[in-house]
């Protein structure tokens, strides 16, 4: 089972949340589907993936975005995703 729950953060203040439930298994190959799924949600734009995001979610179960990772520019700060299943 997957949940990931995602938070927009502006100011330390999270403005926007959505938590991901899937019943499948989590599999690392699909996680940029899984983001773009919460950013579809959130209204707003998927950042770019690399593998730094993947390793920082595996190891410590949360992963942060910040302006950077974006193409488009943003109105928050950065946008987290924490593994809820634990």
């Keep these: 089972m997957i949940r990931i729950w995602a938070k ?3 100011k330390n ?4 949340q959505f938590m991901l439930e899937k ?3 989590m599999d690392y190959s ?3 589907g ?3 799924e919460i950013c579809e949600n959130l209204d707003i734009p998927t950042p770019v993936l690399i593998k730094t995001h993947l390793f920082n979610y595996a190891k410590y179960n949360t992963v942060r975005f910040r302006a950077d990772d974006f193409v488009e520019k943003i109105d928050f700060d950065k ?3 924490e593994n809820a299943f634990l």
């Design 34 to 36: 899984y983001l773009r």
């Design 8 to 10: 927009v953060i502006k």
């Design 13 to 16: 203040k999270i403005l926007r």
């Design 79 to 81: 946008l987290e995703l």
């Design 30 to 32: 699909n996680f940029y």
């Design 23 to 25: 019943t499948e298994s």
